[in-house]
């Protein structure tokens, strides 16, 4: 199966309201994991990669691994940057056969973050390549932002069609109250769907949104991580209903990485704490691989994308 981009999968994703979901990826585990759960589940796939993903990894790896899941798995894939943060890093992922990167300029005023996703456009269009862009800024409790400001960090539902129309990118990730990490939330979860709604209704039809830092950070992960000697007190995400509810939305992908974190250290904390005598790295990898599974395939439930096929794409 070849790499593919995520117009059809969008498409796909916006007519049968649900979400596909974008999961990150930093070693053979990791996308084994990933890999296993979509090919049981039958449902589309972005892989991203972030530049630390990178940094660690190294492009080329985590290039081989995705290419060696196609023909083990034989199901499409499409592959993006993760928040690429310059021209130069989007570039080099674009030349490096990515199909899909996201330029976040969301740190930028309205003008240059609109400059710079134009840039990106332009050079990734001519290698048939999609963009993804932000506008509005992610806060979480971690950052410390007054409830003031942290009105203005949402995306204004008044500049969103005019940024997609200047920009040109394909798909808009948004800021409606998610926040990256496992610190999402000190009260009540909330998510403001009344902006996602404005800014639904003065986009393009069928245009498609994307939800970053929606981990749900389950509970049941957390505890485990703590049981066995982990130190994660208070961590709360976006609760599975409220991911649900935005995919049914004009919310396309959701973006997924700590709940993976969560599940692989909580089984390798298991094992280290129940069996003090492993040192085969098989012994505590293998568990945590079969972690990210099974977390993967939860996540495909409450997307809606299970089943959803992959001969379409
Ligand atoms: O949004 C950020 C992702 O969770 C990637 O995190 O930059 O530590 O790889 P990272
Ligand atoms: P989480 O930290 O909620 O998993 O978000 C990941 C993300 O948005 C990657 O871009
Ligand atoms: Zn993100």
Known sequence: MPLI??????????????AVGAFNVNNMEIIQGIFEAIKASNAPLIIQVSAGARKYAKHEYLMHLIQASLEV?????????????DFEICKS???????SVMIDGSKYSFEE???LTKRVVDYAHDKGVVVEAELGKLAGIEDNIKVADKDAAFTDPDQAAEFIERSGCDSL?????????AYKFKGTPQLRFD????????IPAGYPLVLHGASSVPQDLVEACNKYGGKIPGAQGVPETMIAQASKTGVCKVNIDTDLRLALTAAIRKVFVEDPGAFDPRKYLAPAREAVRQVVERKIKFLGCGGKGHEAL
Do not use: Q, R, W
């Open 5 to 18: 981009t995520t117009t059809k999968m969008f498409e796909s994703a916006h007519k049968g309201n649900y």
């Open 73 to 85: 798995y034989d199901v499409p894939v499409a592959v993006h940057l993760d928040h690429g943060e």
């Open 93 to 99: 992922c674009i030349d490096g056969g990515f199909t």
């Open 113 to 115: 973050n609109i400059k």
């Open 173 to 181: 990730a948004i800021a409606i109250g998610t926040s990256h990490g």
């Open 195 to 202: 902006i996602l709604e404005k800014i639904e209704k003065l």
